[in-house]
C-alpha cells in the first residue's frame, strides 16, 4: 500500500511557504526557480501546491531548479503525477533519472499509459545520447499540407509543442520524415501552395537517438539551428532544442572541469552534495596523485650522494618541478579542449607533438634565462651567496628548465591522445596527475643535468 508522502514544515517554513505563493504571483518561472532553489525542498514543495497548477507545471519545467527530485518526491503522489503530466516528456524523464525509489516505481505507476510508455523509452537511452535530452513535443505535418492549412495547425498546437520555429513534414504513408521547414520560411509562402514549397534546397539536418550530446551540440552550432530533428529509421522521433543542449553542455563542462581539477565528476550542486560523496570524490583521486607523489621522495632517494655534496641544488627544487607541471597542465588543457570540439583526431598527434616540441623548448629557454638572471641578481647583490661556482649553478637551472618545460609540453599534449585511444575520457589527464608525472620525471632531467654540468666542481 502506497502512503501519500506531504511536506513536513515547522511554523516558520509554513509562513515563508505561504509568503513565497503571494511573491511569487507574478514572477517569471525561471526567476521563481532560482528563489525555490535557496530554500529547503519541503518549502519549495509547499510552494508549488500552493499556486495554480499551470504556474507549478512552468516552474517544474525550469532546468535551473535544482532540487527537483526531492521536490517531486515530497508531494503527494496523485499531485505530483498530475503536475508531471503537464511537464515536457525530457524534462519528466531527467526528473525520474534522480528520483530515489519507491518514488519512482510509485510516481511511474500513477501516469497514464501512454506517458508511462514514453517516459521509460527515454529512459532507456543512455544519459549522454540525444535520445536522452530529446522532447517528443513537435509540430509535424504531413507533405500533402499547403501552407494555410500547415499555419492553421501551428496555431491550434502552438501552446503543447516545445517549439514551433520548426515544422517537421512526414510523408503520409510511411510518416517517414521529409523536410524540416522553419516558420519564417512558412509565413513567407503563398497561402493555396503546397507545404513542400517553402522548404529550403537540400536534405534534412537529423541526428540519431544514440548520438553523443556534445557532437549534437556542435551540429546546432554549425547549422545554427533551434532545434535537431531526431530520427530512427527514418521516423522522426523527438526534437533536440537548443535550450537542452544549452543545459548539457553547462553539464558537461562542469565535468570536464571537475575531472581536470583531479575529482571524480559529480552531477549535483555543490551545497547539496553529501559529505561522505563528496569525501569519496576527492579522496580516491588524492590517494593516487599521492603515491605517486611518492616516486618524487624515491626519485631524490637516488640522488642523495648529489644533494649531500652541492645542497645549494636543493634550493631550486620546487622551482623545477613547477615549471615542469605548470607546462604540462597548459599544454593538457589546450589539448583535451581541442579533442572535445574536435579541432583535433586521433591520426594529429605527431602535428601536435611537432608543434609542442618547438614551443617547449622556447618556453623552456624563456623561463631559464629568468631563473639565471635571477640567481645573477642575488649573487651580485650580496642577496645570497651561491659559491664559487654560481655561473655553473645558474647554467644547471637553465638547462634543466629547457628540459623539463620541454617534457612536461610533450607529455601534457600526448596524454589526452592516449586516453582517448585506449578509450578514456581525455579530461581524465587532469591538470594535477600531468603536474605529478611530470614533477617525477622533471627531478631526474635536474639531476642528469646537474651530474653533466657540475661534475668535476661542486660534484
Not at 583526431?345 to 618556453?363: C, H, M, Q, Y
Request: glycine content about 8%.
Amino acid at each position: 500500500m502506497n502512503i501519500e508522502t506531504q511536506p513536513v514544515l515547522d511554523p516558520d517554513e509554513v509562513a515563508q511557504a505561504a509568503a513565497l505563493v503571494i511573491l511569487c504571483a507574478n514572477e517569471r518561472a525561471a526567476d521563481i526557480a532560482e528563489t525555490l532553489n535557496e530554500e529547503s525542498p519541503g518549502v519549495a514543495a509547499a510552494v508549488l501546491m500552493g499556486l495554480p497548477r499551470d504556474r507549478a507545471i512552468e516552474i517544474l519545467d525550469q532546468p535551473i531548479l535544482d532540487s527537483g527530485p526531492e521536490i517531486v518526491s515530497l508531494l503527494p503522489r496523485e499531485t505530483a503525477a498530475a503536475l508531471l503530466a503537464g511537464v515536457s516528456a525530457d524534462r519528466v524523464a531527467g526528473l525520474f533519472r534522480k528520483l530515489e525509489e519507491p518514488h519512482r516505481t510509485e510516481l511511474l505507476e500513477r501516469l497514464d499509459g501512454d506517458t508511462r510508455v514514453l517516459i521509460l523509452r527515454l529512459l532507456s537511452y543512455p544519459p549522454h545520447s540525444a535520445g536522452s535530452i530529446m522532447t517528443t513535443e513537435f509540430a509535424s505535418v504531413p507533405s500533402d499540407f499547403t501552407v494555410q492549412q500547415t499555419l492553421d495547425y501551428v496555431r491550434r498546437v502552438e501552446r503543447t509543442r516545445e517549439t514551433i520555429y520548426a515544422i517537421y513534414v512526414l510523408d503520409p504513408v510511411t510518416a517517414n520524415l521529409v523536410q524540416a521547414i522553419t516558420l519564417r520560411r512558412l509565413i513567407t509562402g503563398e497561402p493555396g501552395a503546397p507545404v513542400l514549397s517553402v522548404a529550403r534546397p537540400g536534405r534534412s539536418i537529423t541526428v540519431s537517438p544514440l548520438m553523443d550530446r556534445e557532437d549534437v551540440a556542435r551540429l546546432i552550432s554549425k547549422y545554427d539551428l533551434l532545434a535537431v530533428p531526431v530520427v530512427d529509421h527514418g521516423r522522426i522521433i523527438g526534437i533536440v532544442t537548443v535550450d537542452d543542449i544549452m543545459d548539457a553542455v553547462v553539464q558537461e563542462t562542469t565535468e570536464d572541469l571537475q575531472k581536470l581539477g583531479g575529482m571524480e565528476a559529480l552531477s549535483e550542486p555543490y551545497m547539496e552534495i553529501g559529505f561522505w560523496k563528496m569525501i569519496r570524490a576527492r579522496g580516491g583521486w588524492l590517494a593516487v596523485l599521492f603515491l605517486s607523489e611518492m616516486l618524487t621522495a624515491t626519485a631524490m632517494q637516488g640522488y642523495q650522494s648529489e644533494l649531500e655534496k652541492a645542497i645549494v641544488l636543493t634550493l631550486f627544487i620546487p622551482l623545477i618541478m613547477s615549471s615542469g607541471g605548470n607546462s604540462g597542465s597548459q599544454a593538457t588543457s589546450l589539448l583535451i579542449r581541442a579533442l572535445a570540439l574536435h579541432e583535433l583526431r586521433l591520426g594529429d598527434w605527431w602535428r601536435v607533438a611537432l608543434r609542442e616540441l618547438p614551443s617547449g623548448i622556447t618556453l623552456g629557454a624563456m623561463l631559464g634565462l629568468i631563473g639565471f638572471v635571477r640567481i645573477a641578481i642575488w649573487q651580485l647583490f650580496g642577496l645570497y651567496d651561491y659559491g664559487e661556482h654560481w655561473v655553473l649553478v645558474g647554467l644547471t637551472v637553465a638547462v634543466a628548465l629547457i628540459g623539463i618545460v620541454t617534457f612536461g609540453s610533450l607529455t601534457g599534449s600526448m596524454l589526452p591522445f592516449i586516453l582517448q585511444r585506449i578509450g578514456f575520457d581525455p579530461a581524465s589527464a587532469s591538470a594535477p596527475f600531468v603536474a605529478t608525472l611530470v614533477d617525477v620525471t622533471g627531478l631526474v632531467i635536474y639531476f642528469s643535468v646537474a651530474s653533466l654540468i657540475l661534475r668535476g666542481t661542486l660534484l
